[in-house]
C-alpha cells in the first residue's frame, strides 16, 4: 500500500481538499485497498479546525464526500511513515523544512511539479477562489493517480 501525505499552510483548505478528492478517486476507481491518504498543516494556525466553510461547500457541490477533519501538523514521524508528501506551493516547501530539514529519502515534492503542471496551487483563504483551486487539485490527482498507477 502507497502511503501519501499531502500537506499545505492551515490543513483547513488545499491539502484537506486533495486527501477527500484523492480518496474520491481512490473510491470510483476501485483503487482504496491500495493507497492510504491523509493531509497536515506545516504551521500550527488551525490545529484542531474543520475544512474552511467556503472549501467545504466547493466538495460538497462537487460530489466529494467530506468528513469532519481535525487540522493537524507534519511531524518527523510522518517522513518516515509516508512513501510521497506532496505540498502546494513554494511558502509550504519553506515552512517543511523547519520540521523536516532533510528530505534523505527524496519524499517530498510540490504536487503541481510532480505530475507536471505548472504553477503552484494557490491558496483559496486569500483568493477566495475555491472552484478555480479545487479544479486544480482535482487536475493534478487525476495525473498523479495516472502516474501512480503507470509505475506499477
Not at 12 to 20: G, K, L, P, W
Not at 73 to 99: C, H, P, S, V
Request: with cysteine; aromatic share 12%; hydrophobic share 35%.
Amino acid at each position: 500500500m502507497k502511503k501519501i501525505l499531502f500537506v499545505c499552510h492551515g490543513n483547513i483548505c488545499r491539502s484537506v481538499t486533495a486527501e477527500f478528492v484523492f480518496k474520491h478517486l481512490t473510491r470510483i476507481n476501485n483503487l482504496e485497498s491500495k493507497y492510504y491518504v491523509e493531509s497536515r498543516a506545516t504551521t500550527r494556525e488551525e490545529i484542531g479546525n474543520d475544512i474552511y466553510p467556503p472549501m467545504k461547500r466547493t466538495l460538497i457541490n462537487n460530489g466529494i464526500n467530506v468528513l469532519r477533519h481535525y487540522a493537524t501538523q507534519i511531524t518527523q514521524q510522518d517522513y518516515e511513515i509516508y512513501d510521497l508528501i506532496l505540498l502546494m506551493d513554494e511558502e509550504n516547501m519553506y515552512g517543511i523544512k523547519r520540521i523536516i530539514p532533510k528530505d534523505y529519502l527524496k519524499k517530498i515534492f510540490l504536487l503541481t511539479e510532480y505530475v507536471d503542471v505548472t504553477g503552484d496551487i494557490e491558496d483559496p483563504w486569500y483568493s477566495g477562489r475555491y472552484e478555480f483551486v479545487y479544479n486544480k487539485i482535482k487536475e493534478c490527482l487525476e495525473r498523479l493517480m495516472e502516474k501512480l498507477e503507470n509505475e506499477n
